[in-house]
């Protein structure tokens, strides 16, 4: 039975071969793709994801595609690929050119026609993509840009915004990021440690909880306040 | 190698042929997609994505297939990218005879049953959309509407949402957009002029931050009340 190479006539189980091949190939694919997340991508990312999945797949259409005729397209994209993201990451005029520019729309509050032209926007898409920032009134908007993967930023004027604690001359309660002590009954005693407290201290506040054992904890965090979160398992 | 054969003839290609038609290919895409990048995956709207997905297949499978000669694979992407720009232009010369229309689902806390059907959703799924809104409450709802990008706008009523500083009258301060105005030691001299600044007042920011050269500096952000952000 022949699965790889040119075939005219290819067996249901050439092509079920085929498919655990071409299921492997596309794993690492996405592997190397993943390293930006979908939302990022950029117009031409987004072209190039479409264009490796219809590649990828392409042994299955027809016996006649040969998986060289894949893997060197494949090769040649990641190739080109990684040529302009290396050069991008060192020049920033060249990045400028294959990534796009972030565009102004509106510029202190003014509407700057000329780009919404140039972009092909029209005046219903822009107060759509508006309203689904939830400004509903335009006279709110200081500035619009439109970013190089398509999204819209929208800063409002200032009167506008929520107020800060700052506003209000507040001091707010710093940014924490909590760490996991215990997860699915296993205790990490190295975030124990970070946060200056040991596994009698645990145990005492765990008893608090009427737990008496971590393997009863499904999920238990600690702050840098030592206040913990904890979740049984049910 | 031979160039005519990469051109007209996909079945006898090997390795190096078929690696240079794959890279022309490739740049063929790249310039269409720069032409196209107007409406980008953001924006998409579902006939974007119809053609994202056709021409990404249209290049696909003309890398692959023997039987595909590169003049084809060439003039079809060509053409491709004319229609869509075309359509594009119409979108925004003539946006009433492309473009779908926002529907209105929930008007001041009501349900507009007749645009539900017409926008195809079911009780379940505009439950699920507000929740996704953070409107969990649909008589707070003042506007739902579906807009024609296929995403939700949701409205809710002002009593119900985080105060802001016009309610309490406070006094605005200096605000503009936060711009890179120093990047690896280079200054962006189109952003300072703009900002009405000038050397004096970045060798000013420089002492007062003791840092003596400008190619110390990594990056140099104007930041939104005018002061300068540096990390070296």
């Known amino acids: ?234 | 190698m031979d160039i005519h054969a990469i051109f007209f003839k996909g079945e006898t290609l090997n390795i190096l042929e078929l690696f240079i038609r794959t890279s022309i290919l490739y740049f063929v895409l790249f310039g269409s997609t720069k032409v196209m990048g107007f409406r980008q995956p953001g924006i998409l709207t579902s006939y974007n994505f119809l053609m994202a997905a056709g021409i990404s297949h249209i290049t696909a499978s003309r890398m692959v297939n023997p039987k595909s000669r590169l003049v084809d694979a060439i003039s079809i992407t060509v053409v491709y990218t004319l229609i869509n720009l075309f359509i594009s232009y119409l979108y925004f010369k003539a946006p009433s005879v492309v473009s779908q229309k926002p529907i209105i689902l929930v008007k001041n806390g009501k349900l507009i049953k007749n645009n539900l059907s017409k926008a195809k959703l079911t009780i379940d799924n505009l439950i699920s959309i507000l929740r996704q809104k953070d409107a969990l409450n649909l008589e707070k709802v003042e506007y739902l509407i579906a807009e024609a990008t296929g995403d939700f706008s949701v409205a809710v009523n002002n009593n119900n949402l985080p105060i802001t500083k016009i309610d309490m009258a406070i006094e605005p301060s200096q605000d503009i957009l936060s711009q890179i105005l120093i990047y690896k030691g280079k200054i962006d001299e189109k952003i300072l002029k703009k900002n009405r600044l000038n050397y004096d007042w970045i060798e000013k920011e420089l002492k007062s931050n003791n840092i003596d050269n400008i190619n110390d500096i990594y990056l140099g952000l104007l930041t939104s009340d005018k002061k300068l952000y540096i990390s070296p």
């Open chain 1, 1 to 234: 039975m022949r699965v790889f190479g040119v075939i005219k006539d290819i067996s249901l189980a050439g092509y079920l071969i085929r498919t655990f091949v071409v299921g492997i190939i596309a794993f690492f694919v996405g592997r190397y793709l993943s390293k930006r997340t979908v939302s990022q991508l950029t117009a031409y990312d987004f072209v190039l994801v479409w264009v490796l999945g219809a590649l990828t797949v392409a042994p299955l259409l027809d016996g006649e595609i040969s998986f060289t005729y894949i893997v060197v397209p494949l090769l040649t994209l990641f190739f080109w690929h990684y040529v302009i993201s290396s050069i991008s990451l060192k020049n920033r005029k060249l990045s400028l050119f294959f990534n796009g520019k972030p565009i102004i729309l509106i510029d202190d509050g003014k509407i700057i026609r000329k780009n919404l032209k140039k972009h092909f926007i029209n005046v219903d898409l822009l107060m759509s993509e508006l309203r689904l920032k939830n400004i509903f009134d335009i006279a709110e908007v200081k500035y619009v840009i439109l970013e190089p993967n398509g999204h819209f930023s929208i800063i409002k004027y200032q009167p506008h915004r929520p107020v800060t604690p700052t506003d209000l001359n507040l001091i707010a309660k710093p940014v924490d990021l909590p760490l996991v002590i215990i997860n699915d009954g296993k205790l990490f005693e190295e975030n124990l440690i970070k946060c200056g407290v040991d596994k009698e201290w645990l145990m005492n506040n765990l008893a608090m909880y009427n737990i008496e054992d971590i393997t009863n904890v499904y999920l238990a965090t600690i702050d840098s306040f030592k206040k913990l979160y904890i979740s049984k398992k049910a």
